[in-house]
C-alpha cells in the first residue's frame, strides 16, 4: 500500500507500472468472451488485423494475429457485429490495452452463412452466375462423366436413371470425396481431369442429401471455378431440395436431386429412335409429294404440248381451207372483171363517135360550099359599096377638081389652104398645088376681088 | 466425340426435313439432301443399334497418369437386370 511519507514511496518507471498493469490484466482475463461492433479496421499488409471493437458507451482496441485471421472463413468489415473469444493484454510501446482475438464469429448470422455470402457475390460480380454464360446440354450425348462418391445411393441411382431412359449411354465415373479437408481440390480435380479425358459430352457434378457443412465443399471457390472453366456443359446435383450451392449457381443446369440430373442428361432412347424413324418418314414423303408435284408439272405440260400440236393442225387445216377460198374468190374476181370489160366494152362500142364524124364529115364539104358562096356574096356586095364610095370619092376629091383646072394655094410659113388674096402680103411665097406638081410662087401683086360669096351656087 | 458427331447428324436431318418439307429447293437439290437424309438417317440408326454400353471408372495413377477401369459397383448388376424390365 503507497504511503504518504515521501521517504517510503516505492517510485516505479513507467515501463514497470505498465508491465505490472499487463501482469495485472492477463492473469484477470486470460480468456473472456465478448460482443461487439467492429470499426477501424485496418489491416496494414503484415497480414495482422487491428480493428476497435466497440459499444454504445465503450469501446476496445483489439487485434488479429496473421495465423488466427487465416483461420477467419468470413471477412471482417466495419459495423459487423461479433462475438469474440480472446486474451487481455497492453500494447506496452503505446500504453493501450487492446483483446488479442483467439476467435471471431459474426453475431446472428452464422460464419458459413457469412462466408456464404460473401464468397456468393464476389464470384457474382465476376460474372460467373450470369444466364448468358450458361450452355444447353447436347441433346444425344454418347458419354456422360459424373464426378461423384463412388459409394452411396446417389451414383446407384443416377446409373440406374440413364440406363432406364438410354441403355446406350456409356458412363464415365470420376471418383471424389463429396465432403471433408480434401472434397472442395477433388472435386475440381476430377472436373478438370474429364475435361482433359475429352471424351465426354456432358458432367454431372452431386452427390446425396445432407446437411449444409456435408454439402460445403460444393461452396468452395476452387469447385465454382473448375465448373466455369469446364468446356464440356456441366449439370449439378447437390441433393439438397430448397438450398441452392455456389456449385449450383455456376453450373449450366441446376438439377434438385441426382435422379433429376440424369433425367435433365440422358434422352429417352425410344423417344430418339422413334423421333429418328419419323424424319426419315417426313423426308420420303417430303420428296415423293414433291415428286409428285413435278410428275403433275410435267404431265400438265405434256398435255399443253399436245394441246398445242392438235392446234396447229386445225389451223393448217384452215389455212387449206382459207387457201382454196382464196382461189375460187380470185377466180370470181377475174370472171367478174372480164364480164364487166366485156359489157363495158360493148357500150362502149354501141356509143361509137364514127357515125357521127361520117355524117360530120360529109356535111363538112356543103358548108364548106355554103360558107364560099356567102363569103363570096359579102365580098361582091362590099366590092360594089367600095366601089360607089370610091365614086363618090373621086367626085368629090379635090384631085378631081385640080383636073378640072383648079389649083390650091398654101401659105407656105402656115400650110393654111388660101382663100382670100387678101390673107397674103406682096412678096410671100406661096406653095401652089397642081393637078400634076407644085409650084412655089411669089405674090407680086394683091388683088381683091368680089368674086363668089361662100357657099353661094355658081349657077 | 461420338455424341457430338451424332448429335450434329441429328440437327443436319431436321435441317433437311425441314427444306424438303418447305419445298423451296429445285428439284435436283432437293433429290441430293433426301439421299443425304436418307443416308443418314440409317447411319444414326446404325450408331443405336450397334452401342454398347460401358460404365467405367476415371483414374489417376502415381505418375499423373490417367487410366479407364471397369467400374465395380455391387448393385450394379441389380439394377441392370431392373431397368431391362
Redesign the interface.
Known sequence: MPSKDPSSRRVLTVSELTGLVRASLETDFPEVWLEGEISNLRAPGSGHLYCTLKDDAAQIRAVLFRSTAGRLRFGLEDGLHVIVRGRVSVYEPRGEYQIILEYVEPKGLGAFQLAFEQLRQRLAAEGLFDQERKRPL??????V?IVTS??GAA??DM??VL??RC?????????VQVQGEDSAEQIAS?IR??N??????VIIVGRGGGSLEDLWSFNDERVVRAIVASSIPVVSAVGHETDMTLADYAADLRAPTPSAAAEAVAPV?SE??EH?GT??L???Q??G??CG??RRRLDLALAQIANVRFRILEDMQRVDGAVVQMRQAVQDALKWGWDTVHSVRHELVGRSPEPFVRHGLAQVPQLRSRLDGAMRYALNRRKQEARSCLASLNALSPLGILDRGYGIVESLSTHQVIRDARQVAVGEAVLARLARGKLRCLVEEVMADLGLKAGSDPL | MAGVKFEQAMARLEAIVGELEKGDLPLDESLKIFEEGIRLSKNCLKVLEEAERKIEVLVQDKNGKKQLRAFSSYDDDNHDSASDS
Not at chain 1, 138 to 143: D, E
Request: with cysteine; net charge positive.
Open positions: 447436347p441433346a444425344f450425348p454418347r458419354t462423366g463412388p459409394a451414383v446407384r446409373i440406374s440406363h432406364r441403355p446406350l449411354l456409356d458412363i464415365l465415373i470420376a471418383p476430377a481431369s474429364l482433359e479425358w475429352g471424351r465426354v459430352d432412347l430418339v429412335v429418328l424424319l426419315a417426313r423426308c420420303r417430303a420428296m409429294w414433291r408435284a413435278e
